[in-house]
């Protein structure tokens, strides 16, 4: 198969093992585009006029393995970002509602964070702020307004069910991983030949651009990770299977 000239117009899949533990953590099975480079840097022992090269040396091995996806999942965020997942969150959310016919009492569809409620009057939103008390999920103006009236409500809002929150500290850092590849291919004979790969020592860059557009292709994120060496100096292997 040495000799076999061959060509690949697919994407590899991926599964990311944990290095430490070497349990699987994630399958990369949605990228639509994977890229492997090898690098290194030579350096030249001149002599001579002209000052030619006269001896090579090689070394500073390494290289990057380049993820393009347009799929997303909180797992691949927290294969970059290194974050911690938790089950609750908070933020920050807004509603319109209208008081009642006493023109004091707005019920909310949730119980706010104690100390996050904010008022203000329909057509001054974020000014003046009307006073309020706030007890379970109903704010009580201070001084009524005419009853039925609208009035827009900023609070904080807890959600404990169905949340997958990434924490990402400015001490969180990316695991590493061993990664291994899977994808095809094709000869000049029209043979298809499965095609691995596996790197040995993989850690994701901590860079993550998430962009958010109401036109154009669906958003897209890019994962780079930088290719080290293993305790037994490996860095990448390539495998080709013959039929």
Request: proline fraction near 3%; aromatic fraction near 8%.
């Amino acid at each position: 198969m040495s000799n076999k000239n061959m060509v690949n117009r697919e994407v590899c899949d991926l599964i990311f093992v944990d290095y430490s533990t070497k349990k699987p953590f994630m399958n990369l099975d949605f990228a639509n585009v994977t890229t492997t480079e090898l690098t290194g840097e030579s350096v030249f022992a001149y002599g001579g006029k002209g000052h030619p090269k006269r001896m090579q040396f090689a070394g500073e091995r390494g290289g990057t393995m380049t993820i393009e996806t347009q799929i997303q999942t909180a797992r691949l965020w927290q294969l970059i970002t290194g974050g911690e997942v938790s089950k609750s969150a908070k933020f920050v959310t807004r509603v319109e509602a209208a008081v009642d016919e006493a023109g004091t009492a707005i019920t909310l569809a949730d119980t706010p964070v104690a100390g996050s409620v904010a008022v203000y009057a329909d057509g001054d939103d974020c000014g003046q702020e009307l006073a309020c008390t706030v007890a379970d999920k109903v704010v009580t103006l201070m001084t009524p307004i005419t009853g039925g009236s609208k009035v827009i409500v900023y609070y904080m809002k807890e959600v404990t069910d169905k949340v997958e929150r990434i924490n990402i500290k400015s001490t969180s850092f990316p695991k590493n991983f061993v990664v291994y590849g899977d994808t095809v291919m094709k000869t000049e004979d029209d043979e298809i030949l499965p095609y691995k790969l596996t790197a040995y020592k993989v850690a994701p860059q901590g860079n993550m651009s998430l962009s958010f557009s109401n036109s154009g292709d669906p958003g897209s994120i890019t994962i780079t990770c930088d290719l080290l060496a293993d305790g037994d100096d490996n860095i990448l292997d390539l495998v080709l299977i013959g039929e």
